[in-house]
């Protein structure tokens, strides 16, 4: 290896360190500025909403906005070159959320509002874990979406169950009531009986017969047994999760994932050596 690609190696290293790491002054800073930039980027994005700051200062809001459009963008790019495998990194679950932060602002050149979207950006704080050495809560949260990925398949059958079970019901409610009390259809019976079972209860349908009030009370008992099926399917599959192990804040120098083991040499992701 000659000096050059010695020198541009370490280079790369580096930015990576200042840019994925949390473990140096430089790599901590940077974060803190970077968390700091979201946080300021989508508070603009929320005044611009309201019409009366939107009167006075739009100008100065939308120049804010495509300053930290630029800002992020320059930064996404940043991410991929230090990276050995870019393509892994841009297809993480960080590397999206990045490219979506910054994706709105470009669209909306073509389509008005889009800039909206960039409220997507207050993802991105979940970055606070890592910055402060809360290598907990990221194991927790690998805990958590490992129980959520073992009962999907649960989850799925229950969602399936709920939805024939309103259309029944809201099928039902429709033949009973009828248009003359406000279900004029059955999409919109289906519509009151996931309202109901859902205990929301906007009231904007309400059954006036007997008999429809007597179906309403039983979905609304029903809505209440069903509400908790969910929370014990995850928690079961959580119960069964082994104890969380120590993870490290170090990102993989090739595609950027975190929330490695602490003892780990190998990254989970791509097989990169950590």
Not at 51 to 61: F, P, Q, V
Not at 267 to 274: F, P, S, W
Request: glycine content about 8%; charged content about 15%; some cysteine.
């Amino acid at each position: 290896m000659n000096k050059t690609t010695t020198a541009k190696a370490s280079w790369k290293e580096k930015l990576h360190e200042i840019i994925f790491e949390a473990d140096t002054f430089w790599g901590k800073a940077f974060d803190v500025v970077l968390l700091i930039a979201i946080i300021l980027s989508v508070l603009a994005v929320m005044l611009e909403s309201v019409s009366e700051i939107k009167a006075e200062y739009g100008n100065a809001l939308y120049i804010t906005e495509w300053f930290f459009t630029i800002l992020f963008t320059l930064e996404y790019i940043a991410r991929l070159t230090v990276v050995t495998k870019p393509w892994k990194y841009a297809f993480s679950f960080f590397g999206i959320i990045d490219l979506l932060s910054i994706f709105p602002t470009f669209l909306s050149l073509f389509f008005a509002g889009a800039h909206s979207l960039l409220v997507i950006r207050s993802i991105r704080l979940l970055r606070v874990f890592r910055i402060f050495k809360l290598g907990r809560f990221i194991g927790e949260a690998s805990q958590l979406t490992s129980a959520l990925r073992a009962s999907r398949a649960k989850i799925i059958v229950f969602i399936g169950g709920v939805f024939i079970l309103v259309v029944v019901l809201g099928t039902m409610m429709y033949l009973v009531e009828g248009g003359k009390n406000g279900f004029t259809s059955i999409p919109k019976s289906i519509y009151w009986a996931v309202v109901t079972l859902t205990t929301v209860g906007y009231g904007d349908i309400a059954p006036q017969t007997t008999l429809g009030q007597t179906l309403a009370t039983l979905i609304m008992i029903l809505g209440y047994g069903i509400i908790a099926v969910p929370t014990g399917i995850v928690s079961a599959e959580m119960n069964q999760q082994k104890s969380v192990r120590p993870v490290t804040t170090q990102a993989c120098p090739h595609c950027g994932a975190e929330g490695h083991d602490s003892d780990a040499s190998y990254c989970k992701k791509c097989g990169g050596r950590l």
